[in-house]
């Protein structure tokens, strides 16, 4: 089995963040953006910073990333995010997405998260399966909640699947 290192994304990881960004865009169900953001700055000013964090395999090689992104300003939901997480186009399907997102979920509850949440286009099974594996249910579908721009989709309303993990460990009182 490949092993990973996990580090805190920093700004010398953003031109292999933003590739393997692309690489997800390019396949048409893994966000309603068109492209990643043109800096660093722009990426990272909306996400958790303590939450952020690049996956590299043996050889140090960055193979994916997974950042939180708070859901509200409001103080009462400040353990609520968002998730997202991509692997490398050459290494799906070798244990990063899994791996990636088993420290994601514990780098969040040692910060106090008790909830997250995504955002997933139904069609893309291995990430809401991957999801599951990992304690996230399905709360509901989306319907026609937003228009591709993009892609072979472009023009097309998507549906997403919204799924939802509580943690056992940080508001389970």
Not at 35 to 40: E, I, K, N, R, S
Not at 96 to 101: I, K, S, V
Not at 129 to 158: C, D, T, V
Request: hydrophobic content about 45%; proline content about 4%.
């Amino acid at each position: 089995m490949v092993r990973f290192r996990f580090d805190p994304m920093t700004a010398a990881d953003w031109p292999t963040v933003q590739r393997i960004y692309q690489e997800g865009i390019a396949t048409g169900h893994a966000t309603f953006e068109s492209a990643p953001p043109a800096t660093w700055e722009d990426f990272i000013k909306s996400k958790l910073a303590r939450c952020s964090l690049v996956a590299r395999d043996g050889n140090g090689e960055p193979v994916g990333w997974a950042v939180l992104a708070p859901v509200s300003a409001r103080r009462v939901y400040a353990g609520v995010a968002e998730v997202s997480f991509y692997v490398a186009a050459a290494h799906r399907g070798q244990g990063a997405g899994d791996a990636l997102l088993g420290e994601l979920i514990r780098i969040a509850e040692a910060g106090g998260i008790w909830t997250l949440q995504s955002s997933t286009f139904q069609e893309n099974a291995a990430s809401i399966a991957l999801q599951q594996k990992h304690g996230f249910r399905i709360i509901g579908r989306r319907e026609r909640i937003g228009r591709m721009s993009h892609g072979p989709l472009a023009g097309r309303w998507r549906d997403t699947v919204l799924l939802e993990r509580r943690s056992r460990v940080i508001g389970a009182d």
